[in-house]
């Protein structure tokens, strides 16, 4: 089965080097001086949770031998929407569609829930008849918090905000509920969970990471995907639930100064217990995709790195599921490109990711298992592993993607069960890093003035991957049924006998008793987030600005940061009462008051939970975190802890 496995390493690349001519000795080099440097002993040696099974692997033994090499190698390529009509489906054997953090059907933003889920039955049908072997399709999306392409889903905290809950059967939850509402809009495979371990904050994707903490990424990784995928011997891959990737495989998050795709220079001992501690459990508790990494380790493209995936993964780590490239990920290894890549497919990696040139990719991957320079074995394995991974998830024997249970109804997205779950988890991913004089809870009866940019901005509190790839376009209109935090604020201070005004920019008629001040980062996603410094008044000064201000006229300030990472904020903190790291919430902005505001009978309403997942800076270098202001795990509480923070530096 494990074909791959016959060569061993250095065999493996002479062959290569032999067929393929000079375009490969690039790649043999790289290859020749990665393996000096590794010892497969390194990584845990894992006994797939998936018994041999006899009688799933003849079924899939039986459709191999009657399928032609063309419809082989369509299921090894998954395309992009906007690149892949239902006319295209029907004249190639596809295996697989996507649409990206930027498409959707139609190919245009904001595409209503029907549109999605007519266009699933009509790929469905027309896989069903078109000539060849009956295989299903896989559509797969990005929900990395929530079904985040459909308006009115819920949208729950990034991975950052869920990691400083500490809660891991919580975070299972909100898996199940983000299978439930990608049901509803007619997909079977979800490109989460990130298993990175994002260790410089520069990187624009910090916030997909749960941890810089490998054990906690550990705890995490095995529940998202029972929450996703239903748990082996139960619910696994139930009709409620959806195919997960665990991603980007492996060393993500370690990149050289935290550029987005870029190197993660580190021995390999450091790549298996930081990098790669999310695997073993992800794979133990069943995962079905892995999705190789953009980045490179030690020079070599993770979608050429043959020793990592095919020796380590499937070898040693016993996956038996499939690895699916990264979006044209395979055009980055050196001699490849968009529409040609035996290189990624020779090391494994099973499924490439593509954009417009699909049809060159497919013609061009025919043509090199026929003459030689992808073997057919290696094509054969492949496409073994993604049947079986369409097998086990029951997609054979499964109905339009309508009548799967709440499919295509719209009463499913943003459902109160939901939403409250989301609540649960902002109000429990909220960190207190400062509380001068006991400042917060707020009590009942206040006058409050909520100011700041992020205030009103459901858009802006659920960050990038939302709606769009990068986020951000709207504020709340494209969220009928989120709250923003300042909505939470006015119902929360008003039921208590308070009162709320707000005002963006801060200006006020009426003296508050306190300034809720809400401001942080805008939206960004991969690639647009890397920054260079962590000092958050350099990339804003604006929010300091107006917290002098404020400060000056004496009010009580309580701040709360919306952010995707760790920054410096040293300054906005010496100017604030209160500081609370709240992360980027998505939808449910109330879990911000649940905490911010005492009930009106005056007792707490609910305490800080939250303790920091990553370490919080004290310089403006990324470099510089050996020494952080606030360790891993701090927050403060209202209860149990001395709330006057004795390390910040004093106001000048
Ligand atoms: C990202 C992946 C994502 C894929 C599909 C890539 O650019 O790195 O995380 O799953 O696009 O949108
Ligand atoms: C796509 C994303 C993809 C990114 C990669 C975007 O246009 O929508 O899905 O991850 O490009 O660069």
Request: net charge negative; with cysteine; proline share 6%.
């Amino acid at each position: 089965m494990r074909n791959n496995q016959k060569y061993n390493f250095f065999g493996f690349a002479i062959l290569l080097g032999l067929i393929a001519g000079s375009g490969s000795s690039v790649c043999l080099a790289a290859q020749t001086e990665a393996e000096d440097l590794t010892n497969i002993d390194n990584w845990p040696q894992i006994e797939s949770p998936f018994p041999h099974d006899s009688q799933t692997e003849d079924y899939i033994t039986k459709i191999i031998n009657t399928m032609s090499l063309k419809e082989k190698v369509g299921q090894m390529i998954i395309v992009e929407l906007p690149f892949i009509n239902a006319e295209d489906l029907a004249k190639f054997p596809i295996g697989a569609v996507l649409n990206g953090g930027d498409s959707s059907p139609g190919g245009y933003k904001n595409t209503p829930l029907a549109e999605w889920v007519s266009l699933a039955d009509k790929f469905h049908d027309i896989v069903k008849t078109r000539d060849g072997a009956y295989i299903p399709l896989l559509w797969g999306t990005d929900a990395v918090h929530g079904q985040n392409k459909i308006i009115g889903a819920t949208i729950f905290p990034h991975n950052i905000g869920l990691g400083a809950t500490h809660n891991p059967p919580l975070i299972r939850k909100i898996g199940v509920a983000t299978a439930q509402e990608v049901i509803v809009s007619g997909q079977n495979w979800v490109f989460a969970p990130t298993l990175a371990v994002a260790q410089n904050y520069s990187w624009g994707r910090t916030y997909e990471s749960y941890s810089s903490d490998p054990a906690i990424v550990e705890k995490i990784a095995p529940e998202i995907v029972k929450g996703l995928q239903g748990e082996i011997g139960i619910d696994f891959l139930s009709d409620r639930h959806v195919i997960a990737t665990a991603k980007h495989f492996v060393g993500d998050g370690g990149t050289t100064d935290g550029r987005d795709q870029g190197n993660t220079s580190i021995n390999e001992e450091t790549l298996v217990k930081t990098h790669a501690a999310g695997y073993e459990p992800a794979i133990q508790a069943g995962v079905q995709t892995i999705m190789a990494s953009y980045s490179s380790w030690n020079g070599v493209k993770m979608h050429e790195n043959h020793y990592l995936i095919a020796d380590v993964l499937k070898g040693r780590m016993g996956f038996d599921g499939f690895v699916v490239g990264d979006w044209n990920g395979h055009a980055q290894v050196p001699g490849c490109s968009k529409s040609s890549c035996p290189q990624a497919i020779n090391a494994g990696v099973d499924m490439l990711m593509v954009t417009e040139p699909w049809k060159e990719l497919y013609f061009n991957t025919i043509k090199q298992v026929e003459n030689g320079e992808i073997h057919l074995e290696r094509v054969d394995d492949a496409v073994r592993r993604i049947l079986r991974v369409k097998y086990r998830a029951g997609l054979f024997n499964q109905p339009h993607p309508s009548l799967r249970p709440g499919g295509g109804d719209p009463s499913i997205l943003g459902n109160m069960a939901n939403r409250s779950l989301a609540r649960q988890a902002v109000r429990q991913s909220l960190v207190l890093l400062k509380n001068q004089d006991d400042v917060l809870p707020i009590p009942a009866n206040s006058r409050v003035l909520v100011v700041g940019k992020g205030a009103n901005d459901i858009g802006m509190q659920s960050g990038g991957w939302t709606l769009t790839w990068q986020g951000g376009i709207d504020r709340n209109e494209s969220f009928p049924k989120g709250e923003s935090i300042l909505q939470g604020l006015q119902r929360a201070i008003e039921a208590s006998g308070g009162k709320v005004s707000f005002s963006e920019n801060g200006d006020f008629t009426e003296r508050p008793d306190y300034v809720v001040m809400v401001f942080g980062e805008t939206p960004y996603a991969e690639m647009k987030g890397d920054i260079n410094t962590l000092s958050f008044s350099q990339l804003n000064g604006q929010p300091l600005e107006l917290l002098k201000k404020l400060k000056s006229a004496s009010l009580p300030i309580i701040s709360v940061f919306l952010s995707g990472r760790p920054l410096w904020v040293t300054p906005e903190m010496i100017h604030s009462d209160a500081f609370v790291a709240a992360w980027l919430p998505g939808t449910e902005g109330a879990g911000v008051a649940d905490v911010l505001v005492r009930k009106p009978n005056g007792e707490i309403n609910f305490d800080f939970e939250g303790r920091l997942s990553f370490p919080w800076p004290d310089s403006p270098e990324a470099s510089e975190l050996s020494k952080p202001l606030f360790p891993l795990d701090y927050g403060l509480r209202y209860q149990h802890e001395p709330t006057a923070d004795k390390r910040l530096p004093k106001e000048n």
